[in-house]
């Protein structure tokens, strides 16, 4: 017990610690000023000092007299903001992307395997494409779902390193199903995983949540990693693959305009087959998919 008690004392020290230095900015505090302000004998705070710059924490100022914070704190920040500037930073581009689909558009983010949702812009439809568009198919924000069964995760997945996604998927983990569409094995996820790779988005087909059909992309960060991802969603029977591939197209431009607002890799998409564009179009327009195109009846279910 007072083992435990001298391990919490050393662990508050350490945050006052740093906590100071805080306030001190690129000053710093001297050992002797630091051992004063904490009210702790001048070794202890040594140690202290010693231990918190062997790990990156804190690193001696410019006169090399005292002590600053070093780039570990800095990384620290950067992980607790991450996921509020890539909403920010996305958030306009959700919002266009939403207007122009008619559709809700969602955003995740990935933890190890699953995917927490961070963000959600929904459509904004006049009272006569509401009455007869699809329900807003929508995920309450802070919901985790498997990536594996998701657009938004296999999105996300998909540029992880190959030994990445053995690593998360290595035995015993599972790929449970969620419904007959889910992919079970990992040998069938990772040629998904190849396939997305080469369009530039992913779609959830009924994997994760029987006649829902989901389309994601994922946001690049700086160092070449999945930042987040955005997703739009709707009933299957309303979507042929026509629509589908539009909608890739449009979230996967949404997506690469954000990774470039966040100093990420810009992903060109392949060029539209000339089937594709022969088929159908909507009344809204070329490059648009028609408000409510993806809906008849108001309800709400789980969008991924």
């Given amino acids: 017990m007072a083992e435990r008690r001298e391990i919490a004392r050393t662990a508050g020290r350490a945050l006052d610690l740093l906590t100071l230095l805080v306030d001190r900015g690129q000053h710093g505090l001297t050992a002797r000023e630091l051992s004063e302000l904490l009210g702790a ?17 804190v ?24 996921e509020f500037s890539v909403r920010e930073v996305g958030r306009s581009a959700m919002r266009e992307l939403s207007r122009r689909s008619g559709l809700t558009c969602q955003m ?16 904004r439809l006049t009272t006569e494409e509401y009455t007869r568009s699809e329900p807003r198919l929508v ?35 599972q790929l449970v199903p969620r419904t007959k569409n889910t992919i079970t094995s990992l040998a069938r996820l990772k040629t998904e995983l190849a396939a997305i790779r080469r369009r530039g988005y992913a779609v959830d087909n009924e994997e994760a949540t029987d006649g829902i059909v989901c389309i994601g992309s994922a946001i690049i960060g700086s160092d070449g990693r999945p930042e987040a991802a955005i997703s739009l969603a709707g009933l299957r029977g309303r979507l042929s693959a026509e629509t589908i591939e539009s909608l890739g197209r449009m979230v996967g431009r949404a997506a690469a305009h954000i990774s470039s607002a966040r100093g990420g890799v810009v ?5 539209v087959r000339g089937g594709a564009r022969r088929g159908r179009r909507s009344a809204a327009g070329p490059g648009k998919v028609r ?6 009846r108001r309800r709400r279910v789980g969008a991924a």
């Fill in 108 to 123: 995740a983010v990935l933890e190890e395997k699953e995917v927490v949702y961070i963000e959600r812009q929904d459509a």
């Fill in 267 to 271: 992903r060109r998409l392949p060029a």
């Fill in 291 to 296: 408000p409510g195109a993806i809906a008849s």
């Fill in 59 to 82: 690193g001696p100022t410019a006169d090399g007299r005292g002590w600053r914070l070093d780039s570990r704190v800095l990384q620290l920040g950067n992980a607790y903001l991450h």
């Fill in 41 to 57: 004998p001048r070794t202890s705070v040594g140690d202290l000092l010693k231990v918190l710059a062997t790990r990156g924490f």
């Fill in 139 to 173: 995920t309450d924000l802070g919901s985790r779902l498997p990536a594996y069964c998701t657009s938004l995760g296999k999105a996300m997945l998909a540029a992880l390193p190959e030994e990445e996604i053995d690593r998360l998927y290595a035995p015993p983990a």
